[in-house]
């Protein structure tokens, strides 16, 4: 018997309806369903949010071996991306063993001792918008990089690369490449531009100048960075393993989530 856990974001009232729904669907199914709590026992889950609740779901998914469901609810919905209309068609091929998955990097990101994870982005920024620019010093296994001088910079996976890094001016990168994106956030200097690393790179960001900066992981304060301080950013061994809406191309994501290539004149 399959086992099942659902994470639904409780403050939307589409995702509520979609959440009773899938779970009537799944009790006539005989399939069990458990708590969050208990979402290791679980052989898949169900997201119902939009990525923001994907984004905080994944923490909890990491260290489990489930295949994931992400039922959009809210309003892009880029990395949620089975259509509300389209769940219970998905729920089905999941239970006929007919779906396909793709699996989504993480980064792992160690600082003072802690390890954290992150399916978009990891982002060293300065304190406020009236805050001068940091500067932050970027070196990989492989040698001494570079200095940025920015309001900011995001490393990113893959997945992230439509997200924030995106909006600061990154390339667009396809999910299943193993690749890290360093972008910075408003350069001082225009000719810092972005970059794309070799995933199996592992980095090292070291905070210069007598100022504060902040760690923010997939869009959560993780901790305050002094001088000399330093965030180091590798692969992680874990991955979020997707299923696919049916008749899925990502290509089809980009056209319809970002407009890309549309004639916007």
């Keep these: 018997m399959k086992i099942g856990c659902i994470i639904h974001n409780e403050d939307k009232v589409g995702a509520v309806a979609i959440y009773k729904n899938t779970l009537k669907y799944f ?3 005989a399939v069990k369903i458990v708590d969050v709590s208990e979402i290791s026992k679980a052989d898949f889950v169900v997201v119902i949010g939009g990525d923001g609740t994907l984004l905080r779901a994944s923490k909890k998914i990491i260290h489990s071996n489930a295949v994931v469901m992400a039922i959009n609810a809210g309003a892009l ?3 949620t991306e089975i259509k509300a209309s389209e769940a219970f068609e998905t729920f089905d091929m999941y239970l006929k063993g007919e779906y396909k ?3 989504r990097s993480f980064l792992k990101v160690v600082y003072q001792g802690k390890s954290y994870d992150a399916l978009n982005e990891v982002m060293i920024s300065k304190g406020g918008v009236m805050e001068k620019i940091l500067k932050v010093s970027v070196d990989s296994e492989n040698g001494y990089i570079n200095d940025y001088k920015a309001d900011g910079l995001i490393v990113s996976t893959p997945t992230g690369s439509t997200a924030y890094s995106l909006s600061a001016g990154g ?3 396809m999910p299943t490449l193993k690749a890290m994106i360093l972008t910075p956030i408003a350069p001082h200097n225009l000719t810092n531009r972005p ?3 070799d995933g199996n790179e592992k980095i090292y960001i070291e905070l210069k100048d007598n100022r504060e900066g902040y760690l923010v992981i997939d869009g959560e304060g993780s901790g305050k960075l002094s001088v000399g301080d330093k965030v180091e950013i590798s692969y992680s061994d874990f991955k979020l393993k997707l299923i696919l809406p049916k008749g899925r191309n990502y290509y ?3 056209r319809e989530k970002l407009k890309w290539g549309d004639n916007l004149c």
């Design 195 to 197: 970059i794309v690393l």
């Design 252 to 254: 089809n994501i980009l």
């Design 27 to 29: 009790e006539a199914k």
């Design 171 to 173: 390339p667009i990168v």
């Design 77 to 79: 919905g880029f990395l």
């Design 101 to 103: 998955i793709e699996e």
